[in-house]
């Protein structure tokens, strides 16, 4: 049998120990109790699962359309057929600042004709509605959004500004509006404006306003006879390569998403917390949203989603769901009408889930009929 010896520096260290560990035993037992965690709230709870739902929806989404193979990038300005036709992603914003996104959010595209809404947005609130009503017109055209075709028809046959700021012709006016006393101040008035309902500073594709420059003869000729009508005061060329200007900024998925909710949130940035425009105002931009956001298309934009939207060459769509939140789509390949295959599909298929269409409502239980005697 072997033997252990102990020596007195062997029992000091075991007798050491023994009193380390009841020490330790004795101060675990006096410890209170841990309490349970408190239940959350209902309203937590209620939360969560909202956000849960969101972020569902976006997933799912994405997933259903992510190798969706249909459209082709706007080739008419060279530098878009070179944008990567494979970017996609999606980025939802509500009112109270959270954020919500899959897939590819930070490729930036050029807004192009999604800057149109905020454009006609700075004019409404430096000059009022009327100025736009009176000088444009808030009506849909029902034609392409370069058609020439409706210039003359609103001039002619009807008499009167019957266009809106949401197609070239009135989109190049309502940038003619804008206050500056040289073109750079006109530019950078615009540009700040941008940035504030993007909640980061914003700047040009260079590419894009090059090509776009250089390929712009129709839209010079759409000033010049905006110009011949009146619709332009002074300075067509002028307003003409500013809006030229406009439409290559360059922004990401969570940009557009977060522009489109300032407009949700009644003109207040919900990320930064910045008031950019005065909540009565804003009502007037989502109306011709609603009546001309996606061009000759709108009325089946509408038809499916209920919401206003924007749509953009550059492969953008953005749309607001008043007072809920605002969510953009990028990707690249346009039908044959200008507007994002996937973005289109992604954006209704969002809006269903989310059950986001204001007139898709539930009647109302019938009251009780009353008691009989």
């Known amino acids: 049998m072997n033997r252990i010896y102990r020596t007195p520096l062997t029992m000091a260290v075991a007798l050491g120990m023994t009193l ?29 699962a909202a956000a849960s739902q969101i972020q569902t929806a976006l997933n799912e989404t994405y997933a259903k359309f992510q190798n969706l193979q249909e459209g082709k990038n706007a080739d008419y300005i060279p530098a878009l057929a070179k944008v990567d036709s494979k970017i996609f992603g999606i980025v939802l914003v ?10 590819d959010t ?17 004019v409404i ?3 009022g509605p009327e100025a736009i009503e009176n000088t444009i017109g808030v009506d849909a055209t029902g034609m392409r959004f370069n058609s020439i075709v409706s210039i003359e028809f609103s ?68 000033g010049a006879l905006m110009y011949a009508y009146g619709y332009i005061k002074a300075k067509p060329d002028q307003a003409t390569d500013v809006y030229t200007e406009q439409c290559a900024v360059a922004v990401n998925t969570r940009d557009l998403a977060t522009m489109a909710a300032t407009l949700a949130n009644g003109g207040t940035n919900p990320v930064t917390g910045k ?29 499916h989603t209920g919401l206003p939207g924007k749509s953009g060459v550059g492969g953008g769509i953005i749309a607001v769901a008043p007072g809920k939140f605002g969510i953009a789509v990028i990707s690249p390949p346009l ?25 898709a409502v539930q009647p109302r239980s019938a009251p009780a009929p009353a008691p009989t005697r």
């Not at 105002?281 to 001309?292: D, E, G, K, Q």
């Open 106 to 122: 930070t490729s930036r595209v050029s807004i192009q004709s999604i800057s149109k809404v905020f454009t006609l947005a700075r």
């Open 155 to 222: 001039q002619k046959s009807l008499g009167g500004p019957e266009m809106n700021s949401l197609v070239n012709p009135g989109a190049i006016a309502t940038t003619s509006m804008v206050k500056g006393d040289t073109r750079d101040a006109v530019w950078l008035n615009l540009l700040d404006w941008y940035s504030l309902f993007a909640g980061r500073p914003l700047t040009v594709d260079a590419e894009v306003f090059k090509s776009e420059a250089e390929t712009n003869q129709r839209n010079q000729a759409i």
């Open 20 to 48: 380390t560990l009841a020490t330790a035993a004795a101060a675990q037992a006096a410890k209170p109790a841990a309490k349970p965690s408190a239940p959350k709230s209902a309203a937590a709870q209620a939360a969560a």
């Open 275 to 303: 008031v950019v425009m005065s909540a009565k105002n804003v009502p007037y931009v989502l109306a011709v949203m609603a009546t001309a956001g996606l061009y000759d298309d709108t009325g089946k934009w509408l038809y």
């Open 125 to 127: 609130e430096d000059q």
């Open 335 to 359: 039908d044959d009408a200008g507007n994002s295959v996937k973005a289109q599909k992604a954006i209704r298929e969002i809006v269903a889930r989310l059950n986001a269409n204001p007139y």
């Open 94 to 103: 509500t009112t109270d600042g959270k954020i919500y996104s899959v897939g």
